[in-house]
T-cell receptor
Framework: GNSVTQMEGPVTLSEEAFLTINCTYT??????LFWYVQYPGEGLQLLLK?????DKGSNKGFEATYRKETTSFHLEKGSVQVSDSAVYFC?????????????FGTGTQLKVEL | EPEVTQTPSHQVTQMGQEVILRCVPI?????FYWYRQILGQKVEFLVS????????KSEIFDDQFSVERPDGSNFTLKIRSTKLEDSAMYFC????????FGPGTRLLVL
């Protein structure tokens, strides 16, 4: 079956530091890949996505590149802010069929300090 | 910007009681989903719904669970007889091309 593995948190960084959150996946087909973010007390928000190999998703300074050869979709940001403190979820969806349920990783909590 | 809404935001119930969680998906979306997140654990798929029927469900989605789109705008999840282990955050999502999530309903079963 499909699965997503994320680096464990919490990750604690100083403001303006470089962020990497690792994500690798296992899938039977050619999935679409996503990063969702959950701010404290809120629901899941789509941060970025990539639908095929070598695509780069980007939003709000965050980037992730779909690497088929390493089955990875690592999230990066060059300079984090305190407001980026949240839980980040990597997820995949198989592109076969219409349902396209999401399979999530365990989430990585990011804490950014001044 | 259109968004998925869910009510209530919090619900406390006694074990064995029925609960109905409500969602209003984004209006032009065709696919609807329920997920849950037990505290400290990953977000898990429960069920997907398309064209007024279930298109896929997980092992978690047993006979105690049901979904309905009663009036063309609401999408509900019913738990017939709640158990302690049903305590979780329940997220509704809807999709045209990408899934958008509601803010969740936190269910506590005592």
């Amino acid at each position: 079956g499909n699965s997503v593995t994320q680096m464990e948190g919490p990750v604690t960084l100083s403001e303006e530091a470089f962020l990497t959150i690792n994500c690798t996946y296992t899938a039977t087909g050619y999935p679409s890949l996503f990063w969702y973010v959950q701010y404290p007390g809120e629901g899941l928000q789509l941060l970025l996505k990539a639908t095929k190999a070598d695509d780069k998703g980007s939003n709000k300074g965050f980037e992730a590149t779909y690497r088929k050869e390493t089955t990875s979709f690592h999230l990066e940001k060059g300079s984090v802010q305190v407001s980026d403190s949240a839980v980040y979820f990597c997820a995949l969806a198989e592109r076969t069929g219409g349902g396209n349920k999401l399979t999530f990783g365990t989430g990585t909590q990011l804490k950014v300090e001044l | 910007e259109p968004e998925v809404t869910q009510t209530p935001s919090h619900q406390v119930t006694q074990m064995g009681q029925e609960v109905i969680l409500r969602c209003v998906p984004i209006s032009n979306h065709l696919y609807f989903y329920w997920y849950r997140q037990i505290l400290g654990q990953k977000v898990e798929f429960l069920v997907s719904f398309y064209n007024n029927e279930i298109s896929e469900k997980s092992e978690i989605f047993d006979d105690q669970f049901s979904v309905e789109r009663p009036d063309g705008s609401n999408f509900t999840l019913k738990i017939r007889s709640t158990k302690l282990e049903d305590s979780a955050m329940y997220f509704c999502a809807s999709k045209q091309e990408t899934q958008y999530f509601g803010p969740g309903t936190r269910l506590l079963v005592l």
